[in-house]
């Protein structure tokens, strides 16, 4: 990506070589003093407009517009990039401005047909062309023929899931050690996803108040950190005692150049992380369940115990109390007949009065 970083000007600057129209001999244009990356970015897609983009190909578009969005993980950009060339084959290397309707119904339909695809993949390459000519549209004035594509429907399915008892956790956990026994352990008292677990540094530990603000996530170190599924997924979580007191000594042994609560001075890797999953699960001969499945064990050991569904939706994270109540509606059926049994007796004095 012709964008760069100017360290010492604290500015943006774009590089990018360009054919002359006329000529047909190549140019390299350098313009600088950007304030933000998308200025540059926003700057560098004039000139490509300047420089008759109607023959760009829909992958050149796509790369385009892949910029400009500006995905924050390299994965993201690598994803959309195999997929351009593995399921819009048919089309990707013609002009985008030759690309019909027709043959984008055309399309839409062998996708549809296909058996060996997943539906929410379909719906995400229905997506990138969608965008991508809304992308061509607005800044090239190339016919958004995109506009003729729906999006699938798929029966919504309700997610199944194996939780551990606290028993079968502490026969597990016998069998992990070091970092990865540490966050195992946080992610299972918790609830947190993988990747807000990995991203904790002991900045994010208010070891007074006996909290950890949970604002953004990690995958692979070298990518940096990325944002969470949503703005309700930063949250600040009031930690039980006896969890503050086992991860306290572990924030305490972090420094500067060795910031992560759970690793060092990088992230720990997440293939050695399900690697000491899956060990852990073999040594102690528990039952098989995932690494997002201590997530899991969390909300039932919470909502078994009568905590507050409300509460449990706020320390999970979720944007909604009603994906709590669909996710863990088995075990809300159970807690009406202890409820039922309750209010037996409250009620009493009530109905026989």
């Known amino acids: 990506m012709p964008i760069y970083k100017d360290k010492q000007r604290n500015s943006w600057y774009v590089k990018i070589f360009q054919k002359d129209a006329i000529t047909g001999k190549g140019k390299q244009i350098l313009k600088r003093g950007f304030a933000t990356k998308r200025e540059a970015l926003a700057w560098e897609v004039e000139q490509y407009e300047k420089d008759a983009p109607t023959s760009a190909?829909?992958?050149?578009?796509?790369n385009l517009y892949i910029q400009y969005k500006n995905p924050k993980k390299e994965s993201t950009r690598k994803q959309e990039t195999s997929r351009v060339q593995k399921y819009m084959s048919d089309f990707c290397q013609l002009p985008i401005s030759d690309i019909t309707k027709s043959m984008l119904m055309e399309w839409q339909t062998d996708l549809t047909n296909s058996e060996d695809?997943?539906?929410?993949?379909?719906?995400?390459?229905?997506?990138?062309?969608?965008?991508?000519?809304?992308?061509?549209?607005?800044?090239?004035?190339?016919?958004?023929?995109?506009?003729?594509?729906?999006?699938?429907?798929?029966?919504?399915?309700?997610?199944?899931?194996?939780?551990?008892?606290?028993?079968?956790?502490?026969?597990?956990?016998?069998?992990?050690e070091g970092h990865y026994r540490n966050i195992f352990t946080f992610m299972y008292c918790t609830g947190l996803r993988r990747g807000e677990a990995l991203a904790l540094r002991a900045e994010d530990f208010d070891l007074q108040k006996g909290t950890v603000h949970v604002y953004h996530q990690i995958?692979?170190?070298?990518?940096?950190?990325?944002?969470?599924?949503?703005?309700?997924?930063?949250?600040?979580?009031?930690?039980?005692?006896?969890?503050?007191?086992?991860?306290?000594?572990?924030?305490?042994?972090?420094?500067?150049?060795?910031?992560?609560?759970?690793?060092?001075?990088?992230?720990?890797?997440?293939?050695?992380?399900?690697?000491?999953?899956?060990?852990?699960?073999?040594?102690?001969?528990?039952?098989?369940?995932?690494?997002?499945?201590?997530?899991?064990?969390?909300?039932?050991?919470?909502?078994?115990?009568?905590?507050?569904?409300?509460?449990?939706?706020?320390?999970?994270?979720?944007?909604?109390?009603?994906?709590?109540?669909?996710?863990?509606?088995?075990?809300?059926?159970?807690?009406?007949?202890?409820?039922?049994?309750?209010?037996?007796?409250?009620?009493?004095?009530?109905?026989?009065?």
């Open 117 to 176: 695809i997943a539906v929410s993949t379909k719906n995400y390459c229905i997506g990138v062309v969608r965008s991508v000519f809304k992308f061509a549209h607005e800044f090239y004035g190339i016919p958004n023929n995109g506009v003729v594509l729906k999006k699938l429907k798929r029966e919504k399915k309700k997610e199944k899931f194996e939780v551990w008892t606290p028993e079968e956790f502490n026969q597990f956990i016998q069998f992990t």
């Open 219 to 353: 995958k692979y170190f070298d990518e940096g950190f990325f944002d969470l599924k949503t703005e309700s997924s930063e949250r600040t979580l009031k930690l039980p005692e006896n969890v503050l007191q086992f991860v306290k000594p572990l924030v305490e042994e972090c420094t500067e150049e060795a910031p992560f609560v759970f690793g060092c001075d990088r992230s720990l890797p997440i293939t050695n992380l399900q690697r000491n999953f899956t060990k852990g699960i073999k040594a102690s001969g528990v039952k098989t369940i995932r690494i997002h499945d201590l997530r899991h064990s969390f909300a039932t050991n919470a909502i078994a115990n009568d905590c507050n569904i409300v509460a449990v939706s706020h320390y999970l994270g979720h944007s909604k109390i009603e994906q709590t109540l669909e996710t863990y509606t088995h075990l809300l059926e159970k807690t009406d007949d202890e409820m039922a049994q309750k209010m037996n007796t409250v009620l009493s004095p009530v109905i026989h009065s």
């Open 57 to 62: 190909t829909f992958t050149d578009m796509d």
